[in-house]
């Protein structure tokens, strides 16, 4: 299974656009499938909903150890001149490696691929808590109220809950969805409660400290859907 997901989130030049995606598709996707552990990956365009604009990568691998073994940093140390080229166009980028915590299939679930990979919508945040007892409240909503919710939610192929191993913030939960509409038709509705103090998720979502891309929505751009 894929317990490890290495996610990379950056901007691209308008310029640079075409020629960096023909690279990142046709070249480096491969490449880094090609390493032990890699078991599928997905390039997502942001911008969709929520505050998050431009790229997001995900990798996702058997568990963290597939992506420190050699780590993001020793990689950079033996780039090749191509991609060093490609990779610094790359602007505002940040990453993390995570952990999976807990995860639910939805009712589309036959809908996730090809094979492990991520749907063609995803919807990622990736947040701080600032307390303990902010945490415990945190982890009891995901598990009595908004993963069981997700695991009936139309239109919803599944949700993992993660733990960042490597990365400044330390919480993230990635929902993937069907089709961009489903989301907006049945996942909306339940963002809303975000700004309802009287709801759970109204009370604990104005502790979160989110992440410059967070909360953001992306469709895939490879594999193509």
């Known amino acids: 299974m894929d317990h490890g997901i290495w996610a990379i989130w950056y901007d691209i030049a308008g310029e640079h656009r075409n020629e960096y995606i023909h690279w990142f598709h046709e070249v480096h996707i491969p490449e880094k499938l090609s390493r032990p552990g890699y078991l599928w990956a997905a390039h997502y365009e942001l911008g969709h909903g929520g505050r ?3 790229y997001l990568a995900l990798f996702g691998g058997e568990n963290t150890h597939t992506f420190l073994n050699p780590s993001p940093g020793q990689l950079a140390k033996k780039q090749s001149p191509e991609s060093r080229k490609f990779i610094g166009m790359r602007q505002k980028a940040m990453a993390c490696i995570l952990a999976e915590e807990a995860r639910v299939d939805g009712p589309d679930a036959a809908n996730r691929g090809p094979g492990l990979t991520t749907a063609p919508v ?5 947040y701080n808590a600032p307390s303990p007892a902010v945490e415990d409240d945190l982890g009891a909503w995901y598990a009595q109220q908004r993963l069981p919710m997700l695991a009936k939610l139309p239109g919803c192929i599944g949700a993992r809950k993660m733990l960042a191993t490597v990365g400044v913030y330390k919480h993230a939960i990635l929902h993937e969805f069907s089709a961009i509409e489903l989301r907006e038709l049945h ?5 809303a409660e975000r700004d309802d103090p009287d709801t ?4 604990i979502v104005p502790h979160l400290t989110h992440a410059p891309y967070s909360p953001a929505v992306g469709m895939r751009l490879w594999p193509a859907v």
């Open 52 to 54: 998050g604009k431009g």
């Open 187 to 191: 996942f909306s509705p339940h963002e």
């Open 122 to 126: 995803v919807q990622i945040g990736n």
């Open 200 to 203: 759970w998720m109204g009370r």
